[in-house]
């Protein structure tokens, strides 16, 4: 429960990149029930956000930390929130799951979980890894049914799904403006995967550009070569763009930047599978999702089934704009007309009632070393937890690191993680070519 000397309820997130940080921070204060005092943790690995990253998410703490999962079990320990947020892949929930379960803490905090975006792969996978926290948050009412079936139907608890949405949506409703033309491309670090696909998206953006030199194009990137986010990026589009014959035209530009800020002088979203295309629909800006490479669930494009918004650069070349379904809008938590507001009211409700109990129930995870003996151990040595769910001797638990050591390990660990991206994006599709010689 709140702290005694103070109504803010003290909530901890734990993220291991840039938008599951900025999903945990903005869910934490819209479904707190009250102020809210809140300690970021950021999980040390490959997509550690950098300084940069976190200011574009625009997600603010009170405090921020680099920690490892045993770091961030001892400051558990040490701090006792109120609650936890988990904003991690599914693996990272159940080994935090397990860690806590093994703190036997006199009163441990309510743990709330979910998902960042769209849930278009791994469905099963990642749900049974996130079991055991006190809410699994699903972001539309078609989430929600999805979650529940699919925990009923293994036979585990399904109370723990409360529907909600997703937390960042908002801002002006869209206006067009005269003289304003702007096509926006969100891109994805993992969708697609290869290389050619990935060009063929850019060539179509740049021809697209030269049929129509007054629009404004812009291409909207995650991250800047050589940064992570929550997937690995092999082929960045600033890499690609090197290579068009020519150049690019003078109406395409490739842009960083709040997706937000962007949305306010966007009057076409295109996407392929971006979860941007669901705060574009709230906002109610035209948005369009290609179909150039197929409707298939790799591409999680077969997600926008039934939504009216699947297209090719062909039609949009010609002037077309897809038209949303009013029903498949309804189940997708987007529209902007006064109900996403109430969104979180279910969910901050329950996390008051599970605040004001003497003591939440134990966690209790779907995975145990008697249901899942061949899969949980390593899952939790990942995180370099034992089957218990206590740190393996010799796991870091040092949150802050100070003087020469610190500047040191920072050293050290970005060079490996320099290491890494090269070898991602240089090295790897390189082999992956002579190995198709």
């Known amino acids: 429960m709140p702290s005694p000397t103070s109504e803010a309820v003290r909530v901890a997130v734990l993220a291991d990149s840039d938008t599951r940080w900025k999903w945990g921070a903005l869910t934490a204060r819209r479904i707190a029930p009250g102020p809210v005092a809140l300690t970021g943790f950021l999980l040390r690995g490959r997509a550690t956000p950098t300084a940069r990253q976190l200011a574009e998410v625009g997600a603010d703490a009170d405090a921020l ?11 558990v320990a040490d701090e006792a929130p109120d609650v936890i947020v988990l904003a991690l892949v599914g693996g990272g929930v ?9 703190l036997r803490t006199p009163r441990r905090p309510v743990v709330v979980t979910g998902y960042v975006g769209v849930v278009y792969e791994k469905l099963a996978d990642g749900l049974l890894l996130r079991h055991g926290a006190d809410l699994i948050l699903a972001n539309s009412r078609q989430d929600a049914e999805r979650f529940r079936a699919v925990y009923e139907g293994v036979g585990a608890d399904a109370s723990a799904v409360t529907e909600a949405a997703l937390p960042f949506l908002g801002g002006a409703p869209h206006r067009p403006e005269a003289g304003r033309d702007t096509l926006v491309f969100a891109a994805q670090p993992s969708v697609p995967v290869t290389r050619a696909d990935r060009a063929h998206l850019l060539r179509r953006l740049v021809e697209h550009a030269r049929l129509h030199p007054r629009r404004e194009v812009l291409v909207k990137l995650r991250s800047r070569p050589g940064e992570h986010t929550t997937h690995v990026e092999e082929h960045p589009y600033q890499r690609l763009a090197e290579r068009i014959p020519g150049g690019t035209p003078p109406n395409l530009s490739l842009v960083h930047g709040n997706m937000g800020e962007v949305l306010d002088r966007t009057d076409l979203l295109v996407t392929v599978s971006s979860t941007a295309a669901m705060e574009s629909l709230h906002r109610g800006i035209p948005t369009a ?135 991602v994006q240089r090295v790897a599709p390189v082999i992956r070519r002579v190995g198709e010689l």
Do not use: K
């Not at 930390?65 to 400051?75: D, Q, S, Y």
């Open 65 to 75: 930390h680099e920690v490892t999962a045993a770091g961030f079990l001892r400051a």
């Open 94 to 102: 159940q080994a935090l799951l397990h860690g806590l379960a093994a």
């Open 289 to 423: 999702v290609l179909t150039d490479l197929g409707v298939r669930e790799a591409l999680g494009n077969h997600h926008f089934i039934g939504s009216g918004l699947l297209t090719s650069f062909d039609r949009l070349d010609g002037g077309h704009r897809p038209v949303p379904d009013p029903h498949w809008l309804a189940g997708q938590g987007v529209a902007a007309d006064g109900r996403y507001e109430r969104a979180f009211d279910t969910a901050r409700e329950r996390l008051a009632e599970l605040l004001a109990r003497p003591a939440p129930p134990p966690i209790a995870p779907y995975y145990t070393p008697a249901t899942a003996p061949g899969y949980l151990p390593g899952v939790l040595a990942r995180h370099r937890l034992g089957p218990d769910g206590v740190p393996l001797p010799g796991a870091a638990g040092e949150r802050e690191i100070g003087g020469v050591r610190r500047v040191v390990r920072d050293a050290v660990r970005g060079a490996a993680r320099g290491a890494y991206r090269h070898g």
